[in-house]
Nanobody, 124 residues
Framework: QLVESGGGLVQAGASLRLSCAVSGRAIGWYAVGWFRQAPGKEREFVAAISWTGGPTDYADSVRGRFAISKDNSNNTVYLQLNSLKPDDTAVYYC???????????????????WGQGTQVTVSS
């Protein structure tokens, strides 16, 4: 089970930290990704972190502003959102790949478990 939290309504330029609490699987073995979906748009890749916590990957639109990290001790993955823009408004989802020692992927189909999402709204 994956449960996201930390979303909210903020002004442009503000920061948020999203959390993804995972239960049932130890994230130390699996890659986790963040995706987002804006109204009327398809779900898109945002960021991912490999099972080691080392290799990370970011969409071009967020690289340099967002940072993904994880804490294996409390089985939680984080997404730090800085310098938020109105275009970042979306429901943000975390997802986990069920293959052990999995690396990052930008493809939603390669993630087997998903959270319910948390809304991020950025006003101009």
């Amino acid at each position: 089970q994956l449960v996201e939290s930390g979303g909210g309504l903020v002004q442009a330029g503000a920061s948020l930290r999203l959390s993804c609490a995972v239960s049932g699987r130890a994230i130390g073995w699996y890659a986790v990704g963040w995706f987002r979906q804006a109204p009327g748009k398809e779900r898109e890749f945002v960021a991912a972190i490999s099972w080691t916590g080392g290799p990370t990957d970011y969409a071009d639109s967020v690289r340099g502003r967002f940072a993904i990290s994880k804490d294996n001790s409390n089985n939680t993955v984080y997404l730090q959102l800085n310098s938020l823009k109105p275009d970042d408004t979306a429901v943000y989802y975390c997802a986990l790949r069920s293959t052990r020692w999995s690396t990052t992927s930008r493809r939603a189909l390669e993630y087997d478990f998903w959270g319910q999402g948390t809304q991020v709204t950025v006003s101009s």
